[in-house]
């Protein structure tokens, strides 16, 4: 639980920087973006949210491919 709860509490972070102004498809040291740690926990909405955005990529890799 405490996993899910730190998943959510950084994809928030993210989501709160982008409506600042910063670069959605921003990467961490493994090259996964926003849209990756979302879609990849299951949040729907932040998902959808992120895949709304016009300069979102689409086409991201992470290092595993």
Known sequence: RLF???D???IILCLEFIDEGRDPNI???AKNTPLHWAA???H???TAYLLS???ID???QNLLG
């Open 58 to 60: 689409l086409t991201a």
């Open 53 to 55: 955005l016009p300069n």
């Open 44 to 46: 729907s909405e932040a």
């Open 40 to 42: 990849g926990a299951g």
């Open 8 to 10: 959510l509490a950084l």
């Open 27 to 29: 990467r961490d040291e």
């Open 4 to 6: 899910i709860n730190s």
